[in-house]
């Protein structure tokens, strides 16, 4: 079964400043879609960002940038000028059997300190 | 455009009694999703839909969960009966097919008591 290893339970940044998520998984698969995904105290899983395996550039949403490095199997997730609103869960996410089956791992709080 | 649409989002219950919640995905999406995620932890698949077919459901417990999504729009999670191990957030989630972003409903919170 494929294991999702978040090896930070707890991170906390100050406002405006520069966070980075880790996570690393094993897998079998050589493609795949790899996502991070963001839940705020009310429960609702949002989409942050997300990788497609086979691609070499790192994917990039506004402040949301990942670090995927395929062969040693790292996901981070890297949030540049953090906002209070950022503060939540982060859950790495890669997808298995051609990503129509998603592992969490079990996830990041992430506190912004004003 | 609405979201994923969960009812209820809070529910109480007895051990042994039955609960069901009920799931309507985005209009359109084909594949939908149930996970349930205990306090503190990711959360894990439950049953795959494609349409109205159950395409993946090798981690429903399936002595008393059972699930079904008549005409492959809404879906509807039961727990017949329930345990006080059950006691957890119960996701549903939609994409337009598998391996898409999926997008996630509020959830439903069940206690049991």
């Known amino acids: 079964a494929q294991t999702v290893t978040q090896s930070q339970p707890e991170m906390s940044v100050q406002e405006a400043e520069t966070v980075t998520l880790s996570c690393t998984y094993d897998?079998?698969?050589?493609?795949?879609?790899l996502f991070w995904y963001k839940q705020p105290p009310s429960r609702q899983m949002i989409l942050v960002i997300r990788?497609?395996?086979?691609?070499?550039q790192n994917a990039t949403e506004n402040r949301f940038s990942v670090n995927f490095q395929k062969a040693a199997k790292s996901f981070s997730l890297k949030i540049s000028d953090s906002q209070l609103g950022d503060a939540a869960m982060y859950f790495c996410a890669p997808g298995q059997g051609g990503s129509e089956k998603l592992v969490f791992g079990k996830g990041t709080k992430l506190t912004v300190n004003p | 455009e609405a979201g994923v649409v969960q009812s209820p989002r809070y529910k109480i219950i007895e051990k042994k009694q039955p609960v069901a919640f009920w799931c309507n995905p985005i209009s359109g999406h084909n594949t939908l999703y149930w996970y349930l995620q205990n306090l503190g932890q990711g959360p894990e698949l439950l049953i795959r839909y494609e349409n109205e077919e159950a395409v993946d459901d090798s981690q429903l417990p399936k002595d008393r969960f059972s699930a079904e999504r008549l005409k492959g729009v809404d879906s509807t999670l039961k727990i017949q009966p329930a345990e006080l191990g059950d006691s957890a957030v119960y996701l549903c989630a939609s994409s337009f097919r598998g391996g898409d972003e999926q997008f996630f409903g509020p959830g439903t919170r069940l206690t049991v008591l």
């Open positions: 897998t079998s698969e050589s493609d795949y879609y």
């Open positions: 990788q497609e395996a086979y691609k070499q």
